[in-house]
């Protein structure tokens, strides 16, 4: 069962899962791009980021060649309709971007230690980047402006309430890296997505 609420991670994180080398390889029939993904658990992550365009996709900076490498930006509208609810899969077929429940289960299967911020928000450092995460920075809500490239990494999900949406940050910390996730991202800042599925059989 992967229902895990937010916060239980710094309870059983020493029952992480073992990470295989990339056993996926794809490519998406929508415009030919080949992806990799990686085992964890019972999911499997793709081990780059997505780069479909639609119109609700964006290029850091406004240059392609930083989607070519980083992938696109996509913000929580990209997901769902006028009236707010979840619409078609912005990932290749039979994969989807990850809910809450997803990240969590899979920064559980990266064997973190845990520690609280100053301001109590639960950090899971991991040692080894398994799902070779990108630091892709992201677009500002306002659209305006665009923030650490090459510092940080942020990741969608598929999770949100009224008071805003579920994102993935990860970032540098020493030898390792740290891994936040905020419930509150606003709806409109644009961030990258790895889409995940189940792993066959």
Not at 22 to 36: E, L, M, V
Not at 50 to 63: K, M
Request: hydrophobic letters at 30%; charged letters at 20%; a positive charge.
């Amino acid at each position: 069962m992967r229902s895990f609420y937010f916060g239980l991670l710094g309870i059983i994180f020493l029952c992480g899962f073992t990470s295989t080398l990339p056993t996926t390889k794809f490519s998406d029939t929508r415009d030919g791009i080949r992806y990799a993904a990686v085992t964890i658990g019972d999911l499997q992550i793709m081990t780059d980021n997505l780069q479909f365009q639609n119109e609700s996709a964006y290029c850091y900076d406004n240059l392609e060649r930083y989607c070519k490498h980083f992938g696109q930006l996509y913000n929580y509208h990209s997901l769902v309709d006028a009236a707010g609810n979840l619409k078609g899969n912005i990932c290749p077929k039979d994969w989807r971007v990850p809910t809450l429940a997803d990240w969590e289960y899979l920064i559980l299967g990266m064997k973190p230690t845990v520690k609280r911020s100053k301001t109590g928000r639960l950090i899971y450092h991991i040692s080894e980047n398994y799902a070779q995460l990108q630091f892709g920075g992201f677009r500002s809500h306002e659209g305006k402006f665009f923030f650490n490239m090459g510092k940080e990494g942020h990741y969608m999900t598929s999770t949100a309430t009224d008071d805003g949406w579920a994102t993935i940050k990860i970032r540098r910390q020493g030898k390792g890296y740290d891994l936040t996730i905020s419930t509150d991202t606003d709806k409109n800042r644009a961030v990258s997505c790895r889409c995940v599925q189940n792993k066959e059989g």
